[in-house]
T-cell receptor, first 115, second 114 residues
Framework: AQTVTQSQPEMSVQEAETVTLSCTYD???????LFWYKQPPSRQMILVIR??????QNATENRFSVNFQKAAKSFSLKISDSQLGDTAMYFC????????????FGTGTRLTVIP | EPEVTQTPSHQVTQMGQEVILRCVPI?????FYWYRQILGQKVEFLVS????????KSEIFDDQFSVERPDGSNFTLKIRSTKLEDSAMYFC????????????FGSGTRLTVV
């Protein structure tokens, strides 16, 4: 079975600083996608960043970047220049590349940005 | 930007009553999902739907649950006889074949069973 592990239930970061959220996953498959989703207090689930497993280059979206280590099955999220609006629950998620497969979610990391 | 729309945003129902949660996925998406999240906890998969039939369902999705795509646009989740433990946030999601934009989630329906 596929599992996604987020070992940091809560983290905090000073505004304008950088923070890294950890995620590891377990699968025997080779073709898959990894995602980070943000869930602010409004409870909406918002896609932050997406990584295709066959691409070695780490994905980047503005202040958000990932460190994808396929051999280690690690997929961490780095948030640079943290802003108050980054305060949210962050979920790491995994899915297979083909088919109607669902998303496997981690348990989430609650990030608080301190002014 | 296209979005997934869910209604209602909040529903309160009495235990044992039937509820229908509604979703309008993004129009050119092919795969549809329901997830639920009990307050402050993990997001749990309920069911996936493709080509007008269920592709996969979790053990949570028992005989009390059903899904339908009656008219090619709406995608509904029905709970036949609600229990207190069905109280949760229910999210609908859809995606295209290529996963270019990931899974797009609706803003959720908060279901409270009293």
């Amino acid at each position: 079975a596929q599992t996604v592990t987020q070992s940091q239930p809560e983290m905090s970061v000073q505004e304008a600083e950088t923070v890294t959220l950890s995620c590891t996953y377990d699968t025997s498959e080779n073709n898959y996608y990894l995602f980070w989703y943000k869930q602010p207090p409004s409870r909406q689930m918002i896609l932050v960043i997406r990584q295709e497993a066959y691409k070695q280059q780490n994905a980047t979206e503005n202040r958000f970047s990932v460190n994808f280590q396929k051999a280690a099955k690690s997929f961490s999220l780095k948030i640079s220049d943290s802003q108050l609006g980054d305060t949210a629950m962050y979920f790491c998620a995994f899915t297979f590349r083909t088919g109607a497969n669902n998303l496997f979610f981690g348990t989430g990391t609650r990030l608080t940005v301190i002014p | 930007e296209p979005e997934v729309t869910q209604t209602p945003s909040h529903q309160v129902t009495q235990m044992g009553q039937e509820v229908i949660l509604r979703c309008v996925p993004i129009s050119n998406h092919l795969y549809f999902y329901w997830y639920r999240q009990i307050l402050g906890q993990k997001v749990e998969f309920l069911v996936s739907f493709y080509n007008n039939e269920i592709s996969e369902k979790s053990e949570i999705f028992d005989d009390q649950f059903s899904v339908e795509r009656p008219d090619g646009s709406n995608f509904t989740l029905k709970i036949r006889s609600t229990k207190l433990e069905d109280s949760a946030m229910y999210f609908c999601a859809s995606r295209d074949r290529g996963l270019r934009y990931g899974y797009t989630f609706g803003s959720g329906t908060r279901l409270t069973v009293v």
